[in-house]
């Protein structure tokens, strides 16, 4: 069988003929009706099959033609189009005298199989081959209405892509991000102004030249080699990339390309697309700055610090050397800071952060941890005398005066060591090390430098101990109050009892207050414990009151700590519990050091004047180890000045010391409070101060601090005696 192919796409024709000749037909083919036309008549086909949208002449008039040739029209005719899918194209189709009107794309195997079946039928005469009748005008109607359709169709679709070239170029025109069309050669076709604006060529300087007149330089082949590598096998590249603009300037940008591939699979185009990211990478830059350096002295911060101590550390390690940690932590800076303001404060701090970064060698890891807290690493040590050098370099040349603005300041720095691998390995137990060597440094007067050493550790580690222990000494029932009386110098009768505090520890015995007191401070127990000791007192008072008629005080030692406590609201309870025993508020005094009132915060004052105000008096304990003003005690309306030990011990053997607790009764007393002698042991010592108008004396002379029932037994015996 000899089939006659019509069909101007030169694929679909391809695989046609193909096709046929797969099933054994004899193919003849041609691209429009004419050409089919001249080739039917020199040589009639027995089959034919046509598309109908084709240049020169269509597939219905080829049809047409067909069958109006009296040497052709018997021929089957068989429609496969794509195009006309409309009912209409197909009712002229058959009016036609095709013999088939077949749907594209079908299956080949389909295809065929239709092919085969028009064949049968028109073998055995059972399909109709005939053309329309010459006059019949419904033909010509049908072909010019399916004509103007189809060409009202290819209008619209050629206005709608007209429509979609134009919204392309505007994005093109008027986009923010750069962009570049390169041929197949990868030489610059196109660019849109953004790209000029971006890299400053315009498309006259860049048409036909090659992309690598923006290369910076900053890539290495390696680089460029596997971005074509990834646009070649994806299709398409994405990253960061650093160009050079025309004047020189080198800039990161972001940047995709994808290659236009023609029909055949080859490379048409490359098509970049960039924008200008130098303010993100700085933003970027920034952010990664603020979070690793100081801002005030360029100093890397705690974090950088650490994560470049880690570095040297692994260093040290792997090449076997030593290093050694400082901590520095400047004296007296807060008081600057206070006193002539944080501008000053801040000049002074980038002064020693440059001072202490001179002391050290490039290599070495300065940086300020926060505050006035500095940190030092040396690096690569040989010889450890070095860091002596080193540290004592620093110490003198913080001390050095510091010219700011008008003013000339005078600060120090208290300094820790540890070393590396010796005293620990690992970053964090080093910066304990260090932390407790500087503090070694500030309890021994500051402006010096101290190593760390194991007896520190233990020491640290007994303490870390002993606080654990504290925690559960108050539900263990650890904790005694002893009571000292406090006797009147001119009676010699017992007006007062101070309330001290004692810990039987299950283990270590008796435990000093002077050693867990502070370790309470510390951890915020002393809140609690500090309630517990009020109400044990005013227990004992109360019972000692009904009891045995004493009308004296109990005199109980509160820290700071409570004062400054925030959430404690222990005041009012307190009045509270005094009031539920039906006690007087006049029997309990406070005991308080001199360093609350200074500089005493509004809540501590707060807290402070409603104790006064409910009548409970005040008394200033160790009075004259501190700052020793009287001008507050007026202002606060103390009621008692307790004279500190240290005065009392040398009272026989130094006049110095009988001048000055004379004139520290003198003045009491012209304030209008009464004075207490603490650590009186001698008669003597009672009597200097009996003469010098003293009020009241406490101390081993009279009795040590004592359980509550042996107190109470000495009132009922001094109550005998009376
Ligand atoms: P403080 O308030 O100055 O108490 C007086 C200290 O001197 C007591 O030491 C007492 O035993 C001791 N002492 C009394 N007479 C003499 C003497 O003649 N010679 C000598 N050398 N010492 C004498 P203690 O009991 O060891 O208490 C030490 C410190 O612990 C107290 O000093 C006080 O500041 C604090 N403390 C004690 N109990 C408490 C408490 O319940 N709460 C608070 N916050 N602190 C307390
Ligand atoms: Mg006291
Ligand atoms: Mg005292």
Same mark, same amino acid.
């Given at each position: 069988m000899k089939?006659?192919?019509v069909?101007d796409?030169e694929?679909?024709?391809?695989?046609?003929e193909?096709?046929?000749r797969?099933?054994e037909?004899?193919?003849?083919?041609?691209?429009?009706?004419?050409?089919a036309?001249?080739?039917a008549?020199?040589?009639?086909p027995?089959?034919?099959v046509?598309?109908?949208?084709?240049?020169e002449?269509?597939?219905?008039?080829?049809c047409?033609?067909?069958?109006?040739?009296?040497?052709?029209?018997?021929?089957?005719?068989?429609?496969?189009?794509?195009t006309?899918?409309?009912?209409?194209?197909k009712?002229?189709?058959l009016?036609?005298g095709?013999?088939?009107?077949?749907l594209?794309?079908q299956?080949?195997?389909?295809?065929i199989e239709?092919?085969?079946?028009?064949w049968?039928?028109?073998i055995?005469?059972?399909?109709s081959?005939?053309g329309?009748?010459?006059?019949?005008?419904?033909?010509e109607?049908l072909?010019?209405?399916s004509?103007?359709?189809?060409?009202?169709?290819?209008?619209l679709?050629?206005?709608?892509?007209e429509?979609?070239?134009?919204?392309?170029?505007?994005v093109?025109?008027?986009?923010?991000?750069g962009?570049?069309?390169?041929?197949?050669?990868?030489?610059?076709i196109?660019?849109?102004?953004?790209?000029?604006?971006i890299?400053?060529?315009?498309?006259?300087?860049?048409?036909g030249?090659s992309?690598?007149?923006?290369k910076?330089?900053?890539?290495d082949?390696?680089?460029?080699n596997?971005?074509?590598?990834?646009l070649?096998?994806?299709?398409?590249?994405?990253?960061?990339?650093?160009?050079?603009?025309?004047?020189?300037?080198?800039y990161?940008?972001?940047?995709?390309?994808?290659?236009?591939k023609?029909?055949?699979?080859?490379?048409?185009r490359?098509?970049?697309i960039?924008?200008d990211?130098?303010?993100?990478?700085?933003?970027?830059e920034?952010i990664?700055r603020?979070?690793?350096?100081?801002?005030?002295?360029?100093?890397?911060?705690?974090?950088?610090?650490?994560?470049?101590?880690?570095?040297e550390l692994?260093?040290?390690?792997?090449?076997?050397v030593?290093?050694?940690?400082?901590l520095?932590?400047?004296?007296?800076f807060?008081?600057v800071?206070?006193t002539l303001g944080?501008?000053?404060?801040?000049?002074?701090?980038?002064?020693?952060?440059?001072r202490?970064s001179e002391?050290?060698?490039?290599t070495?890891l300065?940086?300020r941890?926060?505050?006035?807290?500095?940190?030092?690493?040396?690096?690569?040590?040989?010889d450890?005398s070095h860091v002596?050098?080193?540290?004592h370099?620093?110490t003198?040349?913080?001390t050095?005066p510091?010219?700011?603005?008008?003013?000339?300041?005078?600060?120090?720095?208290?300094?820790?060591?540890t070393?590396?691998?010796n005293?620990?390995s690992?970053l964090?137990a080093l910066?304990k090390?260090?932390?407790?060597?500087?503090y070694?440094?500030k309890?021994?007067?500051?402006?010096c430098y101290n190593?760390?050493?194991?007896s520190?550790?233990?020491?640290?580690?007994?303490?870390l101990?002993?606080?654990?222990?504290?925690?559960?000494?108050?539900?263990?029932?650890q904790?005694k109050?002893?009571?000292?009386?406090? +006797?009147d110098?001119?009676?010699?009768?017992?007006r007062?009892?101070?309330?001290?505090?004692?810990w039987?520890?299950?283990e270590?015995g008796?435990?000093?207050?002077?050693?867990?007191?502070?370790?309470a401070?510390?951890?915020?127990?002393?809140?609690r414990?500090?309630?517990?000791?009020?109400?044990?007192?005013v227990?004992?008072?109360?019972?000692?009151h009904?009891?045995?008629?004493?009308?004296g005080q109990?005199?109980?030692?509160?820290?700071?700590v409570q004062?400054?406590?925030?959430?404690?609201?222990?005041v009012?309870?307190?009045?509270?519990?005094l009031?539920?025993l039906d006690?007087?508020e006049?029997?309990v005094?406070i005991?308080?050091?001199?360093?609350?009132?200074?500089?005493?915060?509004?809540g501590?004052?707060?807290?402070?004047?409603?104790l006064?105000?409910?009548?409970i008096?005040?008394?200033i304990?160790?009075?004259?180890?501190?700052?020793?003003s009287?001008?507050?005690l007026?202002?606060?309306?103390?009621d008692?000045?307790?004279i500190d030990?240290s005065?009392?011990?040398?009272?026989?053997?130094?006049k110095n010391?009988?001048?000055l607790?004379?004139a520290i009764? +003198?003045?009491?007393?012209?304030?209008?409070?009464q004075v207490?002698?603490?650590?009186?042991?001698?008669?003597g010592?009672?009597?200097?101060l009996?003469?010098?108008g003293?009020?009241?004396?406490?101390g081993?002379?009279?009795?040590?601090?004592?359980?509550?029932?042996?107190?109470?037994?000495?009132?009922?015996?001094?109550?005998?005696?009376?």
């Open positions: 089939v006659l192919v069909e796409t694929d679909s024709r391809i695989i046609l193909d096709l046929l797969l099933h037909k004899e193919v003849e083919s041609a691209v429009n009706g004419l050409e036309l001249e080739k008549r020199q040589n009639p027995d089959l034919i046509s598309d109908i949208l084709m240049p002449m269509d597939g219905f008039e080829f047409r033609q067909v069958k109006r040739d009296n040497d052709l029209k018997k021929i089957p005719f068989i429609f496969y189009t794509a006309y899918t409309d009912e209409r194209d009712e002229l189709a009016l036609l095709a013999s088939k009107f077949v594209k794309p299956d080949p195997a389909k295809l239709i092919i085969e079946q028009v049968a039928d028109y055995n005469g059972n399909i081959v005939a329309p009748d010459e006059e019949d005008r419904t033909v109607l072909h010019s209405d004509l103007n359709r189809k060409l009202n169709e290819k209008l679709e050629l206005e709608k892509q429509e979609d070239l134009k919204q392309a170029s505007l093109y025109q008027s986009s923010s991000e962009m570049m069309v390169t041929d197949a050669d990868n030489l610059i196109d660019v849109n102004p953004a790209f000029t604006s890299t400053g060529y315009s498309l006259d300087e860049v048409k030249q992309p690598r007149i923006l910076s330089g900053r890539h082949p390696d680089f460029y596997a971005l074509w590598q990834d070649l096998n994806e299709g398409m590249w994405q990253g960061e990339i650093w160009d050079m603009r025309k004047n020189g300037e080198i990161p940008k972001w940047l995709t390309v994808n290659t236009i023609s029909i055949n699979g080859d490379i048409h490359y098509v970049a960039f924008s990211i130098t303010e993100k990478k700085q933003n970027e920034l990664w603020q979070a690793n350096f100081d801002m005030l002295t360029g100093l890397p911060n705690r974090n950088m610090f650490r994560s470049s101590l880690d570095q692994k260093k040290s390690r792997r090449d076997d030593q290093l050694a940690l400082l520095i932590d400047l004296d007296l807060k008081e800071n206070d944080h501008d000053v404060g801040d000049k002074l701090l980038q002064e020693t952060a440059h202490i002391c050290v060698r490039q070495d300065v940086s941890l926060g505050g006035d807290e500095f940190a030092v690493v040396l690096t690569e040590l040989k450890m002596d050098d080193i540290v370099k620093i003198k040349h913080l050095e510091y010219y700011i603005g008008d003013e000339v300041v005078y600060i120090s720095g208290s300094t820790g060591i070393l590396y691998p005293d620990a690992d964090e910066f090390n260090a932390d407790q060597a500087m070694v440094s309890r021994k007067g500051r402006n190593y760390f050493t194991q520190l550790q233990d020491a640290a580690q007994a303490r101990r002993l606080t654990n222990d504290l925690r559960g000494a108050l539900q263990n029932k904790f109050v002893y009571f000292q009386p406090i +006797v110098l001119k009676t010699g009768m017992i007062k009892a101070e309330a001290l505090l004692r039987h520890h299950p270590r008796m435990v000093e207050p002077r050693e867990f007191i502070p370790l401070e510390d951890t915020g127990l002393i809140n414990i500090g309630d517990w000791v009020f109400i044990e007192s227990k004992w008072a109360k019972h000692w009904d009891e045995l008629q004493y009308d109990v005199s109980v030692n509160m820290s700071p004062f400054r406590t925030e959430e404690q609201l222990f009012s309870e307190w009045l509270d519990y009031r539920k006690l007087s006049k029997s005094t005991e308080i050091t001199e360093g609350l009132l200074l500089n005493a915060e509004p501590v004052i707060d807290k402070l004047l409603a006064r105000d409910a009548g008096q005040v008394a304990d160790d009075f004259g180890t501190g700052y020793s009287l001008s507050y007026r202002k606060f309306d103390i008692y000045l307790k030990r005065f009392i011990r040398n009272l026989e053997s130094d010391d009988v001048a607790s004379e009764i +003198v003045m009491a007393h012209k304030l209008g409070l207490i002698a603490e650590g009186v042991e001698a008669e010592q009672a009597r200097i009996a003469d010098g003293c009020d009241y004396a406490q081993l002379l009279y009795a040590k601090p004592v359980e509550a029932e042996k107190f109470g037994e000495m009132l009922k015996q001094e109550k005998s005696k009376s």
